[in-house]
């Protein structure tokens, strides 16, 4: 694996995702499932530049198993990254040994194609945060829906997202601006899952298509730390590898979608730090 590169200040472009309740089923590059996760080529993208439709269609696809409108929670995959060292290696070792926060988002939209090779799907997903704090900064302040049900403290406010299932929380907000796409490369299943109402979840895709065209017009007026943390937190062209959980209870130490870029540079750092598959081959070549 080449050395990482540092995250750079990234500005948004012309083109923003919207989301859309008919594409449940999507197409990404086919040369994704042949190539290694380079986290900074995942998280240094365009915050504005979300759609699959950049990339060429792959000659198989199959529908998603994930139903957009569904709440998860995710942590990135610290052992699949660590398939890029040998497992026998301190490299390999390190990585795994990372504990990387876990985040609660909505699943927006799902992209999957069948792998011939592998004999299975592979699964992209879009996911937005779910946080009980605003989404900062300020610029998408109020880039969020409440999530039912609301704080007894809170205004009455009839915009509220409405679950199924009874949502497990008080006062949580979906944020429709800020999010992550993920490769899914572990699922925990759960016989109760937690979805939004088809209204509701059509309520988000508005809201989401009006926050994202706002931010495109301000876009030119921000400043280069503000498009740093937007473009940090912000959906990008390639996924992360991660293991997702569909039972959204019981999990006591979940991280505020702000913790995720930190995981991001600590995994950055450590990658950074280990020693490239070909360094052998490289040095015996030298001798």
């Not at 995702?17 to 995942?42: H, L």
């Not at 942590?75 to 390190?94: G, K, N």
């Not at 699943?107 to 997903?125: K, M």
């Amino acid at each position: 694996m080449p050395r990482l590169e540092s995250l750079s200040p990234l500005s948004p472009s012309d083109t923003c995702w919207i989301p859309s309740s008919t594409e449940t089923c999507g197409t990404f590059d086919v040369s994704c499932s042949e190539r290694r996760y380079n986290i900074v080529e995942s998280l240094s993208a365009d915050p504005f530049t979300a759609s699959f439709d950049i990339f060429p269609p792959p000659q198989n696809q199959t529908c998603a198993k994930i139903r957009p409108g569904t709440f998860i929670v995710f942590a990135l995959s610290t052992a699949e990254l660590a398939q890029e060292y040998p497992e026998d290696s301190a490299d390999y070792r390190t990585i795994c040994q990372y504990a990387p926060g876990h985040y609660l988002g909505l699943v927006t939209s799902t992209f999957a194609r069948w792998n011939e090779v592998e004999g299975s799907t592979e699964e992209d997903v879009i996911v937005h945060f779910v946080s009980k704090y605003t989404p900062q900064p300020s610029v998408v302040a109020d880039h969020f829906v409440p999530i039912f049900p609301v704080s007894s403290t809170a205004p009455e406010d009839n915009t509220a997202l409405h679950t199924g299932i009874l949502f497990p929380w008080i006062g949580y907000k979906q944020w429709t601006t800020l999010g992550v796409r993920l490769r899914i490369l572990q699922t925990n299943p759960s016989s109760l899952v937690f979805e939004l109402c088809n209204e509701d979840f059509e309520r988000f895709e508005d809201k989401a298509g009006e926050d994202y065209s706002r931010l495109e017009t301000v876009e030119a007026t921000l400043d280069e730390e503000t498009k740093d943390t937007l473009a940090r937190l912000s959906v990008a062209p390639v996924a992360l590898p991660a293991e997702i959980w569909f039972d959204i209870r019981n999990h006591p130490d979940i991280k505020e979608p702000r913790c995720f870029a930190a995981d991001v540079d600590s995994l950055e750092s450590i990658i950074a730090k280990c020693m490239p598959r070909d360094h052998e081959s490289s040095a015996l070549d030298e001798e």
